[in-house]
């Protein structure tokens, strides 16, 4: 059975549907309804397209990160690092941790009197072993200042 999408009306064979379509709708309804169809079609691909990407990017977050163990010695024996969101210095020290830098005891200085406290006026500086380090630091560097493994 075949049903005119237009007015669904059914027809037993393809030929009277072809025969209903060329004298009760014109060629131009069928046109617009074939692009409709491509339409819904094509938002739908970037709509799996879209939900494909969101949830490789949501995977990958979840990864453990490759510099987990560090980080959380570095938190174990007491390591603070004080920065500023909007620092881009801030940002490249806590993006060499990439996954891992959630393990990290990071405080904000935006509005923070932690911060005054401290005495923070670059940002990043970290704070190891009660002995301030201002400035982004290789890993090289924490590990030795630390008695961490990298």
């Not at 709708?25 to 339409?39: G, L, M, P, R, Y």
């Not at 879209?50 to 979840?62: C, H, L, V």
Request: aromatic letters at 12%; proline letters at 1%; a positive charge.
């Amino acid at each position: 059975m075949k049903e005119c999408k237009l007015c669904n009306k059914k027809f037993e064979t393809e030929e009277s549907l072809s025969q209903h379509n060329l004298s009760k709708h014109s060629v131009t309804e069928i046109k617009k309804e074939k692009i409709q169809i491509k339409k819904y079609l094509l938002i739908a691909a970037v709509i799996v397209a879209f939900g494909i990407i969101a949830y490789t990017f949501y995977f990958r977050a979840q990864q453990p990160g490759q510099y987990d163990d560090f980080a959380k010695c570095l938190t174990e024996k007491g390591a603070i690092i004080y920065g500023n969101d909007f620092c881009d210095y801030t940002t490249k020290q806590r993006s060499m941790f990439g996954n891992s830098k959630k393990y990290l005891n990071y405080i904000g200085c935006a509005g923070g009197t932690e911060c005054d406290l401290k005495k923070v006026k670059i940002t990043p500086t970290w704070e190891i072993n009660g002995t301030m380090y201002e400035g982004v630091q290789s890993f090289d560097k924490l590990s030795a200042l630390s008695g961490c493994k990298i």
